[in-house]
């Protein structure tokens, strides 16, 4: 099994930052992909961003230019800077881990148990 461990959520002010990391830990053999997703109550969870071990990035365009996200391959830690947050920003973040058991084996999806982001004045 595979566990990720969420930290760095929490309340900010418009304009403000937070940094969202996510630790793997677990039996596992690599990890192609992780990333945030963010979900809205009743809504479907949406990607953020995700970043491969490559180091190839993607993100939502209304948070391009204000969020990076960068991995520590050897931590297997995926960090989310969110900078110049508003207020539509204000979401619980799930951190997704995409991992193989095995060299030639499937890809599994695994997630966070969630963080909630507030940006509010």
């Known amino acids: 099994q595979v566990q990720l461990v969420e930290s760095g959520g929490g309340s900010v002010q418009p304009g403000g930052s937070l940094r969202l990391s996510c630790a793997a830990s677990?039996?596992?053999?690599?990890?192609?992909?992780m990333g945030w997703y963010r979900q809205a109550p009743g809504k479907q969870r949406e990607l953020v961003a995700d970043?491969?071990?490559?180091?190839?990035?993607n993100f939502l365009d209304s948070v391009k230019g204000r969020f990076t996200i960068s991995r520590d391959n050897a931590k297997n830690t995926v960090y989310l800077q969110m900078n110049s947050l508003k207020p539509e920003d204000t979401f619980v973040y799930y951190c997704?881990?995409?991992?193989?058991?095995?060299?030639?084996?499937?890809?599994?999806?695994?997630w966070g148990q969630g963080t909630q982001v507030t940006v509010s004045s």
């Open positions: 997704n881990a995409r991992v193989r058991r095995s060299v030639t084996g499937p890809v599994f999806s695994y």
């Open positions: 677990g039996s596992f053999f690599s990890i192609d992909a």
């Open positions: 970043i491969t071990s490559g180091g190839t990035t």
